[in-house]
């Protein structure tokens, strides 16, 4: 199984950008798709981005195009979330997922705050 640990959450004003990286262990990822859900207070967890990671291939919520870029690096291997224009409705824990072979992981979550 995938272990993942995600950084690079914290407190941003309205406009602002924050870097989110999911550190992936354990296994290799080249046939996994990652993705990054999040989940504010009150409300479900949601779908924000996705990228396969052979072929690059990359996807993302309707909220969060054009704002938002999933990235990944192989060498580390990590995947990051790259949030610009920040908006306070984006205020949430944000999860990575790992979706492969051997089934699911998701890692421990990291808090995003925009304040307005």
């Known amino acids: 199984q995938v272990q993942l640990v995600e950084s690079g959450g914290g407190l941003v004003q309205a406009g602002g950008s924050l870097r989110l990286s999911c550190a992936a262990s354990?296994?290799?990822?080249?046939?996994?798709?990652m993705a990054w859900f999040r989940q504010a207070p009150g409300k479900e967890r949601e779908f924000v981005a996705r990228?396969?990671?052979?072929?690059?291939?990359?996807y993302y919520a309707d909220s969060v195009k054009g704002r938002f870029t999933i990235s990944r690096d192989s060498a580390k291997p990590t995947v990051y979330l790259q949030m610009n224009s920040l908006k306070p409705e984006d205020t949430a824990v944000y999860y990575c997922?790992?979706?492969?072979?051997?089934?699911?992981?998701w890692g421990q979550g990291t808090q995003v705050t925009v304040s307005s």
């Open positions: 997922k790992a979706d492969g072979p051997s089934g699911g992981s």
């Open positions: 354990g296994r290799t990822v080249s046939s996994y798709a």
């Open positions: 990228i396969f990671w052979s072929r690059g291939s990359t």
